[in-house]
Nanobody, 115 residues
């Protein structure tokens, strides 16, 4: 069983940056995929950025080079670096870790982009 705790969300002005962190309670070294999803009010949860295996990264079209997903295996922590944030990026951001046997979600962290 792995517990995921996100942090780093908050209120930021358009054009600003945030770094989200997702700390796992145990080792996630053997993950199949890990990354971030988001859910805006009234919308379905959607993929943001995902690390697949050890060498492939998948991003949603709306990322357009603004976000970077990374992992620190020594700290069992997944990051999402977000730059040039836009009001439409406002959402609850969820960390996701997929193993071949189970999938885990964090509780979410709110990101609000507003002037």
């Amino acid at each position: 069983q792995v517990q995921l705790v996100e942090s780093g969300g908050g209120l930021v002005q358009p054009g600003g940056s945030l770094r989200l962190s997702c700390a796992a309670s145990g080792s996630i070294f053997g993950y199949k995929a890990t990354g971030w999803y988001r859910q805006a009010p009234g919308k379905e949860r959607e993929l943001v950025s995902l690390l697949i295996g050890r060498g492939t990264t998948m991003h949603a079209d709306f990322v357009k080079g603004r976000f970077t997903v990374s992992i620190d295996n020594a700290k069992n922590t997944v990051y999402l670096e977000m730059n040039n944030l836009k009001p439409e990026d406002t959402a609850v951001y969820y960390c996701n870790v997929q193993f071949y046997s189970n999938t885990y979600w964090g509780q979410g962290t709110q990101v609000t982009v507003s002037s």
